[in-house]
């Protein structure tokens, strides 16, 4: 026995074991694939604001009807999946982004602005089910001491996603001359119709090659064992599930849900008005040339998810998003007052400090909820419909003053994740939530 004074080494606990390997794998490539649908949603607002003739808020709408479908199906696909298990679930929500993908190209052909609403509301349904099951499922593929950890390493892949995504969308469908509203006003009715009907069409490409990605994805997942794992708890919390207790008795859930609305409502908010930022900052730049800045955006929020999953090894998950969160708070800081060049950097470099946020506080979010995990995990989803609010916020501030006095929306966000990280993230139970068992989906 070793003496009160030795030190005993603590080696870190793995991000996974062996057996669960492959089904790590599968689940991490959903999060990569997804991004695309999320992230492909900041190259359609410029696209559809020069295609309809939008204003900021008009253009926001393309986040409140995605986000809002993700808002109303996280619900009922955690009620679902506490009785069909997680492969099911997944195989259901790949079937509906695959729909609604393949919704875009009726919709390119027609022309309108509400079917192109339509498609996106019906992928986002299709997503909510991804995340419902992917992100509670990542985190007991393994010891929990090392939950957090694990699905940021997961989640890094869809922060690869979100940094193609851009150049995708800038070589799919950011693509032709930008005529400006001057322009537009000296041409005919017949050339405005036709060239919006062109701007609108430049969409069909990768949404196609979206829903043929969902079908492999799904094929791969269907032929492969996938075990459903079941979430136990101790004698208390068990007891609780079954005498209909609500997950609203364990306050921190209620703290990151709220922390994560607050946490999406900015991300989303940011990265769908880079472009018009830059635009705005630096007059006369071209859309075209401000996707860079996207793409900048992006690559920090990519490179910040592997760090940050790196340094979990080290520095507690809820310090280091304390950290991040004053980051956030110093970069939008710098977008506010700041003149020129120098905002757009700033708002390129939020990026990285989001990078993080979401995993983190998923993961602190559900952390000791047992057999209540699918429950407040798709509480933690529809949490997510802070992307459809603070985005349409931001567009009516920007278009009554100018789009960077509307980034004091975000700035308000910051604050209350930061406290969410410095202490609203302490569970007040005891119960833990382990692996008791593996059953065929």
């Not at 009160?4 to 790590?24: G, H, Y």
């Not at 559809?48 to 393309?62: E, N, R, Y």
């Not at 009715?189 to 701007?199: D, L, N, P, T």
């Not at 990605?213 to 919390?237: G, M, Q």
Request: glycine share 10%; net charge positive.
């Amino acid at each position: 026995m070793s003496s009160p004074s030795q030190s005993v080494p603590v080696t870190p606990a793995p991000i996974t074991e062996r057996r669960f390997l492959v089904p790590f794998v599968l689940i991490t490539s959903l999060f990569f694939l997804w991004a695309f649908g999320v992230n492909l949603n900041d190259i359609l607002i410029p696209r559809f604001k020069l295609a309809f003739g939008l204003t900021d808020f008009q253009s926001s709408f393309i986040q409140v009807a995605f986000f809002g479908g993700y808002c109303l199906a996280a619900f009922p696909a955690g009620k679902l999946m506490e009785r069909i298990g997680y492969k099911r679930g997944i195989l259901l929500g790949l079937l509906l982004c695959t729909a609604g993908a393949l919704l875009f190209l009726p919709a390119a052909s027609i022309g309108l602005y509400a079917f192109f609403l339509i498609a996106l509301f019906v992928m986002a349904c299709g997503q909510s089910f991804l995340e419902v099951a992917a992100n509670p499922y990542v985190t007991v593929l393994g010891p929990s001491a090392s939950a957090e950890r694990r699905l940021n390493f997961a989640q890094s892949f869809n922060a690869v996603g979100a940094t193609l995504s851009p150049l995708l969308g800038r070589a799919l469908i950011l693509t032709g001359v930008e005529y400006t509203p001057a322009q537009l006003a000296l041409m005919s009715a017949g050339e405005v119709q036709a060239y919006r009907a062109a701007q609108a069409a430049t969409v069909k490409a990768p949404y196609l090659l979206m829903a043929g990605i969902f079908i492999a994805v799904a094929a791969a997942i269907y032929s492969t064992h996938l075990p459903d794992l079941i979430e136990e708890a101790d004698s208390s919390s068990a007891a609780k599930l079954h005498s209909g207790a609500s997950v609203f008795s364990h306050p921190h859930l209620v703290k990151g849900v709220i922390a994560q609305f607050f946490y999406v409502g900015a991300q989303v908010g940011v990265a769908s008005f880079v472009i018009r930022f830059a635009q705005h900052t630096v007059p006369g730049m071209t859309a075209a040339i401000a996707a860079y800045y996207l793409l900048g955006h992006q690559i920090g929020f990519m490179t910040g998810r592997f760090a940050g999953s790196g340094l979990m090894k080290i520095v507690p998950p809820p310090c280091l998003l304390s950290i991040f969160a004053l980051g956030c708070l110093a970069s939008v800081s710098v977008a506010l007052l700041a003149n020129g060049i120098v905002p757009v950097w700033a708002v390129v470099l939020i990026g990285f400090f989001h990078s993080i946020m979401f995993p983190t506080i998923f993961a602190l979010g559900i952390k000791n909820l047992g057999p209540l995990t699918k429950r407040g995990s798709s509480l933690m989803v529809m949490a997510i419909i802070g992307g459809a609010i603070f985005p349409a916020i931001m567009g009516r501030i920007s278009d009554a003053t100018n789009i960077q006095t509307a980034f004091i929306v975000p700035l308000i966000c910051y604050v209350y994740i930061l406290y969410f990280g410095l202490a609203g993230y302490k569970p007040s139970g005891t119960s833990d939530i382990r692996q008791v068992g593996a059953q065929r989906a």
